[in-house]
Protein backbone atom coordinates (compact mmCIF):
# COMPACT_ATOMS: atom_id res chain seq x y z
CA UNK A 1 0.00 0.00 0.00
CA UNK A 2 0.58 3.53 0.00
CA UNK A 3 2.65 2.90 3.85
CA UNK A 4 5.00 0.23 2.02
CA UNK A 5 5.87 2.97 -1.24
CA UNK A 6 6.78 5.74 1.35
CA UNK A 7 9.34 3.31 3.04
CA UNK A 8 11.03 2.58 0.45
CA UNK A 9 14.28 4.56 -0.10
CA UNK A 10 13.84 6.25 -3.52
CA UNK A 11 10.87 7.69 -2.61
CA UNK A 12 11.56 8.91 0.70
CA UNK A 13 14.94 10.19 -0.50
CA UNK A 14 12.68 11.94 -3.24
CA UNK A 15 10.19 13.16 -0.98
CA UNK A 16 13.14 14.89 1.21
CA UNK A 17 14.94 16.42 -1.45
CA UNK A 18 11.70 17.92 -2.78
CA UNK A 19 10.71 19.54 0.39
CA UNK A 20 13.99 20.45 0.85
CA UNK A 21 14.11 22.37 -2.61
CA UNK A 22 10.44 24.05 -1.36
CA UNK A 23 12.57 25.08 1.44
CA UNK A 24 15.51 26.85 -1.12
CA UNK A 25 12.56 28.59 -2.96
CA UNK A 26 11.00 29.73 0.07
CA UNK A 27 13.87 31.06 1.35
CA UNK A 28 15.42 32.66 -1.76
CA UNK A 29 11.66 34.09 -2.40
CA UNK A 30 11.36 35.48 1.26
CA UNK A 31 14.96 37.48 1.18
CA UNK A 32 13.88 40.30 -1.11
CA UNK A 33 10.87 40.58 1.01
CA UNK A 34 12.37 40.58 4.93
CA UNK A 35 15.12 43.13 2.75
CA UNK A 36 12.67 45.49 1.53
CA UNK A 37 11.02 46.22 4.97
CA UNK A 38 14.25 48.31 5.93
CA UNK A 39 14.36 50.73 3.27
CA UNK A 40 10.58 51.38 3.75
CA UNK A 41 11.71 51.84 7.59
CA UNK A 42 14.31 54.06 6.88
CA UNK A 43 12.88 56.00 3.70
CA UNK A 44 15.69 55.40 2.02
CA UNK A 45 18.97 52.94 1.55
CA UNK A 46 19.74 51.51 5.30
CA UNK A 47 22.73 48.97 4.69
CA UNK A 48 20.70 45.80 5.18
CA UNK A 49 20.80 45.49 1.31
CA UNK A 50 23.46 43.86 1.47
CA UNK A 51 21.82 40.67 2.92
CA UNK A 52 21.22 40.10 -1.09
CA UNK A 53 24.54 38.85 -1.70
CA UNK A 54 24.33 35.73 0.80
CA UNK A 55 22.95 34.12 -2.14
CA UNK A 56 26.50 33.74 -3.28
CA UNK A 57 27.77 31.32 -0.61
CA UNK A 58 28.62 28.79 -3.25
CA UNK A 59 31.81 30.58 -4.41
CA UNK A 60 32.90 28.76 -0.99
CA UNK A 61 32.82 25.26 -3.31
CA UNK A 62 36.11 26.74 -5.17
CA UNK A 63 37.74 25.94 -1.50
CA UNK A 64 38.93 22.12 -2.73
CA UNK A 65 38.70 21.47 1.80
CA UNK A 66 35.56 22.73 1.83
CA UNK A 67 33.97 21.29 -1.82
CA UNK A 68 35.14 18.08 0.00
CA UNK A 69 33.09 18.50 3.09
CA UNK A 70 29.98 19.82 1.99
CA UNK A 71 29.82 17.39 -0.69
CA UNK A 72 30.33 13.84 2.01
CA UNK A 73 28.47 15.83 4.45
CA UNK A 74 24.99 17.33 2.66
CA UNK A 75 23.34 17.42 5.97
CA UNK A 76 25.76 20.65 6.78
CA UNK A 77 24.19 23.06 4.06
CA UNK A 78 20.84 21.87 4.47
CA UNK A 79 20.61 22.65 7.81
CA UNK A 80 21.82 26.14 7.16
CA UNK A 81 18.81 26.48 5.23
CA UNK A 82 16.65 25.38 7.73
CA UNK A 83 17.97 28.68 9.41
CA UNK A 84 15.79 30.70 6.64
CA UNK A 85 12.21 29.36 7.43
CA UNK A 86 13.31 29.29 11.25
CA UNK A 87 13.95 32.69 11.53
CA UNK A 88 10.07 33.18 12.22
CA UNK A 89 10.54 33.12 15.63
CA UNK A 90 13.24 35.92 15.72
CA UNK A 91 10.91 39.07 16.84
CA UNK A 92 13.36 41.91 16.04
CA UNK A 93 13.63 42.05 11.35
CA UNK A 94 17.35 42.69 11.72
CA UNK A 95 17.71 38.86 13.03
CA UNK A 96 15.03 37.82 10.76
CA UNK A 97 16.26 39.05 8.54
CA UNK A 98 19.67 37.21 9.74
CA UNK A 99 18.21 34.29 9.78
CA UNK A 100 16.97 34.61 6.18
CA UNK A 101 20.31 35.44 5.26
CA UNK A 102 21.76 32.35 6.63
CA UNK A 103 18.92 30.17 5.04
CA UNK A 104 19.43 31.25 1.70
CA UNK A 105 23.33 30.53 2.13
CA UNK A 106 22.87 27.19 3.37
CA UNK A 107 20.17 26.61 0.13
CA UNK A 108 22.30 27.99 -2.74
CA UNK A 109 25.20 25.88 -1.08
CA UNK A 110 23.39 22.60 -1.07
CA UNK A 111 21.67 23.22 -4.41
CA UNK A 112 25.64 23.88 -5.74
CA UNK A 113 26.83 20.81 -3.72
CA UNK A 114 23.82 18.18 -4.76
CA UNK A 115 24.86 18.79 -8.81
CA UNK A 116 28.63 18.76 -8.39
CA UNK A 117 27.69 15.49 -6.09
CA UNK A 118 25.54 13.43 -8.47
CA UNK A 119 27.15 14.18 -11.64
CA UNK A 120 27.58 10.47 -12.19
CA UNK A 121 27.04 9.62 -15.76
CA UNK A 122 24.45 6.90 -16.28
CA UNK A 123 23.30 6.67 -12.58
CA UNK A 124 20.36 9.14 -13.12
CA UNK A 125 21.10 10.90 -9.76
CA UNK A 126 21.96 13.93 -11.41
CA UNK A 127 18.17 14.43 -13.09
CA UNK A 128 16.95 13.04 -9.83
CA UNK A 129 18.15 15.73 -8.03
CA UNK A 130 17.25 18.30 -10.63
CA UNK A 131 13.72 17.11 -10.59
CA UNK A 132 12.99 17.32 -6.54
CA UNK A 133 14.29 21.03 -7.15
CA UNK A 134 11.49 21.29 -9.52
CA UNK A 135 9.12 19.81 -7.75
CA UNK A 136 9.67 21.86 -4.93
CA UNK A 137 9.26 24.79 -6.91
CA UNK A 138 5.99 23.64 -8.18
CA UNK A 139 4.97 22.70 -4.58
CA UNK A 140 5.86 26.41 -3.55
CA UNK A 141 3.78 27.91 -6.63
CA UNK A 142 1.15 25.64 -5.31
CA UNK A 143 0.78 26.69 -1.96
CA UNK A 144 1.06 30.28 -3.01
CA UNK A 145 -1.85 30.28 -5.25
CA UNK A 146 -3.99 29.08 -2.15
CA UNK A 147 -2.49 31.17 0.36
CA UNK A 148 -3.37 34.72 -1.18
CA UNK A 149 0.00 34.68 -2.91
CA UNK A 150 1.56 33.98 0.48
CA UNK A 151 3.67 31.18 0.83
CA UNK A 152 2.63 29.78 4.34
CA UNK A 153 6.46 29.31 5.87
CA UNK A 154 7.58 32.35 5.30
CA UNK A 155 9.46 33.88 8.21
CA UNK A 156 6.78 36.75 7.54
CA UNK A 157 3.79 34.48 8.46
CA UNK A 158 2.43 33.71 12.37
CA UNK A 159 -0.11 31.83 13.17
CA UNK A 160 -2.36 35.48 13.46
CA UNK A 161 -1.66 35.74 9.56
CA UNK A 162 -1.78 32.19 8.54
CA UNK A 163 1.11 31.20 8.61
CA UNK A 164 2.12 27.00 8.94
CA UNK A 165 5.81 27.73 10.01
CA UNK A 166 5.82 25.37 12.84
CA UNK A 167 4.59 22.50 10.79
CA UNK A 168 6.69 23.91 8.10
CA UNK A 169 9.72 23.46 10.14
CA UNK A 170 8.87 19.99 11.93
CA UNK A 171 8.71 18.60 7.84
CA UNK A 172 12.24 20.37 7.49
CA UNK A 173 13.83 18.42 10.43
CA UNK A 174 12.34 15.16 9.35
CA UNK A 175 13.60 15.97 5.18
CA UNK A 176 17.23 16.82 7.24
CA UNK A 177 17.23 13.43 9.20
CA UNK A 178 16.75 11.81 5.94
CA UNK A 179 19.50 13.44 4.20
CA UNK A 180 22.16 12.71 7.22
CA UNK A 181 21.07 9.03 7.37
CA UNK A 182 21.98 8.23 4.48
CA UNK A 183 23.41 5.22 3.25
CA UNK A 184 27.16 6.18 3.38
CA UNK A 185 28.44 3.44 1.11
CA UNK A 186 25.81 4.78 -1.43
CA UNK A 187 28.04 8.27 -1.01
CA UNK A 188 31.22 6.19 -1.49
CA UNK A 189 29.93 4.89 -4.46
CA UNK A 190 28.73 7.72 -6.13
CA UNK A 191 32.37 9.34 -4.98
CA UNK A 192 33.76 6.39 -7.19
CA UNK A 193 32.17 6.64 -10.14
CA UNK A 194 32.67 10.30 -10.52
CA UNK A 195 36.47 9.43 -10.01
CA UNK A 196 36.13 7.32 -13.21
CA UNK A 197 34.21 9.49 -15.38
CA UNK A 198 35.54 12.43 -15.72
CA UNK A 199 38.48 12.12 -18.75
CA UNK A 200 40.80 14.54 -19.27
CA UNK A 201 38.68 15.63 -22.38
CA UNK A 202 35.72 15.89 -20.52
CA UNK A 203 37.42 17.92 -18.26
CA UNK A 204 38.85 20.70 -20.77
CA UNK A 205 35.78 21.23 -22.52
CA UNK A 206 33.78 21.36 -18.74
CA UNK A 207 36.12 24.16 -18.49
CA UNK A 208 35.42 25.94 -21.42
CA UNK A 209 31.64 25.91 -20.85
CA UNK A 210 31.55 27.37 -17.54
CA UNK A 211 30.82 31.00 -18.39
CA UNK A 212 27.72 30.77 -20.35
CA UNK A 213 26.65 27.66 -18.06
CA UNK A 214 27.01 30.31 -15.06
CA UNK A 215 25.40 32.86 -17.14
CA UNK A 216 22.54 30.50 -17.95
CA UNK A 217 21.99 29.73 -14.66
CA UNK A 218 21.73 33.09 -13.14
CA UNK A 219 18.94 33.49 -16.13
CA UNK A 220 17.06 30.58 -15.44
CA UNK A 221 16.72 31.85 -11.69
CA UNK A 222 15.50 34.86 -12.21
CA UNK A 223 13.17 34.33 -14.65
CA UNK A 224 11.84 31.62 -12.22
CA UNK A 225 12.24 33.77 -9.44
CA UNK A 226 10.55 37.04 -10.91
CA UNK A 227 7.61 35.49 -13.38
CA UNK A 228 6.72 32.39 -12.15
CA UNK A 229 7.39 31.54 -8.51
CA UNK A 230 3.80 33.10 -7.63
CA UNK A 231 0.79 31.76 -10.36
CA UNK A 232 -0.76 36.10 -9.70
CA UNK A 233 2.35 37.35 -11.42
CA UNK A 234 1.91 36.88 -15.23
CA UNK A 235 -1.94 37.83 -14.66
CA UNK A 236 -1.25 40.77 -13.02
CA UNK A 237 1.47 41.65 -15.21
CA UNK A 238 -0.64 41.62 -18.20
CA UNK A 239 -3.50 43.76 -17.53
CA UNK A 240 -3.74 47.59 -16.99
CA UNK A 241 -5.81 49.18 -14.76
CA UNK A 242 -7.93 49.07 -11.69
CA UNK A 243 -9.73 46.68 -10.26
CA UNK A 244 -7.75 44.37 -12.45
CA UNK A 245 -10.37 42.00 -14.77
CA UNK A 246 -7.55 39.77 -15.93
CA UNK A 247 -7.78 36.26 -14.84
CA UNK A 248 -7.48 35.51 -10.98
CA UNK A 249 -4.67 33.58 -9.30
CA UNK A 250 -7.69 30.73 -8.55
CA UNK A 251 -8.26 29.14 -10.94
CA UNK A 252 -6.44 30.60 -13.40
CA UNK A 253 -3.22 30.44 -11.89
CA UNK A 254 -3.61 26.29 -12.03
CA UNK A 255 -2.49 27.20 -15.97
CA UNK A 256 0.75 29.13 -14.71
CA UNK A 257 1.68 25.79 -12.83
CA UNK A 258 0.96 23.42 -15.71
CA UNK A 259 2.89 25.38 -18.25
CA UNK A 260 6.45 25.19 -15.67
CA UNK A 261 4.84 20.90 -15.01
CA UNK A 262 4.95 20.50 -18.72
CA UNK A 263 7.86 22.31 -19.54
CA UNK A 264 9.80 20.41 -17.02
CA UNK A 265 8.47 17.16 -18.67
CA UNK A 266 9.58 17.83 -22.17
CA UNK A 267 12.52 19.09 -20.55
CA UNK A 268 13.92 15.33 -20.96
CA UNK A 269 13.83 15.94 -24.64
CA UNK A 270 16.95 17.81 -25.40
CA UNK A 271 16.48 18.10 -28.87
CA UNK A 272 13.11 19.87 -28.36
CA UNK A 273 13.78 21.83 -25.07
CA UNK A 274 17.35 23.46 -26.48
CA UNK A 275 16.19 24.03 -30.36
CA UNK A 276 15.86 27.14 -32.25
CA UNK A 277 12.11 26.47 -33.17
CA UNK A 278 10.91 26.00 -29.79
CA UNK A 279 13.21 29.42 -28.66
CA UNK A 280 11.63 31.19 -31.39
CA UNK A 281 7.98 30.09 -30.22
CA UNK A 282 8.65 30.94 -26.38
CA UNK A 283 10.37 34.43 -27.74
CA UNK A 284 7.05 35.41 -29.44
CA UNK A 285 5.47 34.51 -26.30
CA UNK A 286 7.51 37.01 -24.30
CA UNK A 287 7.05 39.40 -26.61
CA UNK A 288 3.08 38.97 -26.04
CA UNK A 289 3.73 39.00 -22.52
CA UNK A 290 5.57 42.23 -22.56
CA UNK A 291 3.83 44.26 -25.35
CA UNK A 292 0.20 42.47 -25.64
CA UNK A 293 -2.42 43.05 -23.21
CA UNK A 294 -5.05 40.84 -22.03
CA UNK A 295 -5.58 37.42 -22.47
CA UNK A 296 -2.68 37.15 -25.47
CA UNK A 297 -0.05 38.67 -22.95
CA UNK A 298 -1.26 36.21 -20.73
CA UNK A 299 -1.22 33.20 -23.30
CA UNK A 300 2.18 34.45 -24.02
CA UNK A 301 2.98 34.49 -20.58
CA UNK A 302 2.27 30.42 -20.50
CA UNK A 303 4.23 30.16 -23.32
CA UNK A 304 7.40 31.58 -22.09
CA UNK A 305 7.19 29.32 -18.46
CA UNK A 306 7.21 26.32 -20.35
CA UNK A 307 9.99 26.78 -22.13
CA UNK A 308 12.13 28.67 -19.09
CA UNK A 309 10.79 25.16 -17.54
CA UNK A 310 12.20 22.72 -20.30
CA UNK A 311 15.95 24.25 -20.72
CA UNK A 312 16.22 23.97 -16.60
CA UNK A 313 17.31 20.47 -17.19
CA UNK A 314 19.85 21.18 -20.09
CA UNK A 315 21.49 24.39 -18.05
CA UNK A 316 21.56 22.38 -14.75
CA UNK A 317 23.19 19.55 -16.10
CA UNK A 318 25.85 22.34 -17.75
CA UNK A 319 26.19 23.78 -14.40
CA UNK A 320 26.71 20.31 -12.94
CA UNK A 321 29.87 19.59 -15.50
CA UNK A 322 31.45 22.68 -14.43
CA UNK A 323 33.68 24.13 -11.66
CA UNK A 324 30.96 25.03 -9.03
CA UNK A 325 32.79 27.88 -7.13
CA UNK A 326 33.21 30.43 -10.00
CA UNK A 327 30.42 28.93 -12.12
CA UNK A 328 27.96 29.90 -9.39
CA UNK A 329 29.85 32.86 -8.35
CA UNK A 330 29.18 34.03 -11.90
CA UNK A 331 25.61 32.41 -12.10
CA UNK A 332 24.41 34.13 -8.73
CA UNK A 333 26.32 37.36 -9.54
CA UNK A 334 24.49 37.91 -12.87
CA UNK A 335 21.23 36.65 -11.04
CA UNK A 336 21.58 39.13 -8.35
CA UNK A 337 22.35 42.12 -11.09
CA UNK A 338 19.17 40.87 -12.96
CA UNK A 339 17.06 41.38 -9.59
CA UNK A 340 18.59 44.63 -8.44
CA UNK A 341 18.13 46.02 -12.37
CA UNK A 342 14.16 45.06 -12.43
CA UNK A 343 13.16 46.39 -8.73
Given at each position: ???????????????????????????????????????????????????????????????????????????????????????????????????????????????????????????????????????????????????????????????????????????????????????????????????????ASASSQRRAAWMPAG?????????????YSDSAIVGRWAWDGY??????????????????????????RVELATGMLWWGVAS????????????????????????????????????????????????????????????
Amino acid sequence: GLYKILLMHATRHFVADAYLAFVFWTVLTSLGLCIWYFPLWHMGISGYEVALFADMAPVLLGIPALRRLLRRHRGISAALSLAGIAAYAAARPERRLLGVAVGTAGAMLALASALYEDRVAGSGRLDRAIQAWEAGLLLSVALRMFFQTNNPVWPTMNAANGGWNKTGVALALLALADVVTRRSDEQAEARAAKRADLPASASSQRRAAWMPAGLGFGALLFALHSLYSDSAIVGRWAWDGYPATGPAPVPWGGLVLTALAAGFSAGHRVELATGMLWWGVASAGACALTLVPGWAGFAGGLVLAAYVASVARSILHAVARSPPGRTFLVGVMWYNVLVLAHV
